[in-house]
């Protein structure tokens, strides 16, 4: 593997943890306490290696520009906005949300959760999106 696998795993690490948490979500809303917190963890340990993997690869490669023009240019960039405005915004959230349920916090955890679910979900699956139409578009 070298950098330029990297997009590629990108995109799956966040498929991955969009599966994760969702399940972990799943499990929650039917009692399944420790089953919620595995997924959990586990999207948790998966969107730190995107981190790294993520850094990495722009560290070596730079910004990498979306060459098509006309329309798709212009959702490419919503999409890319949107998901970069709130990838910032959710790591602090998800850390957040994780130390409430550490610390067993669970009317606090929950009350983040509900924001930092569907927010977790939306930057990892346009992740993945933004991914397919960079590179394989």
């Known amino acids: 593997m ?3 696998d990297l997009p590629a795993l990108n995109a799956t690490l966040n498929l991955t943890s969009a599966i994760l948490v969702t399940t972990g979500i ?3 809303r039917n009692g399944r306490k420790a089953a919620h917190r595995a997924c959990m963890l586990t999207a948790l340990a998966v969107s730190a290696v995107f981190l ?11 910004s990498v520009p979306f060459e098509r023009e006309g329309p798709i240019r212009t ?5 890319l906005l949107s998901h970069t405005v ?3 915004a959710i790591v602090p959230m998800v850390l957040r949300t994780a130390y409430l349920a550490w610390r067993e916090r669970f009317v606090e955890h929950t009350r983040i959760a509900r924001w930092t679910f ?3 979900i939306y930057v ?3 992740g993945v999106v933004v991914y397919l139409m960079l590179y394989r578009m």
Do not use: E, M, Q
Not at 52 to 62: A, C, D, F, M, R
């Open 2 to 4: 070298d950098v330029t």
């Open 26 to 28: 799943y499990f929650i």
């Open 52 to 62: 790294v993997s993520y850094l990495v690869y722009h560290y070596n490669v730079g």
């Open 75 to 79: 959702v490419y960039l919503a999409i």
């Open 86 to 88: 709130l990838a910032v």
């Open 118 to 120: 569907p927010i977790w």
């Open 124 to 126: 990892s699956v346009t």
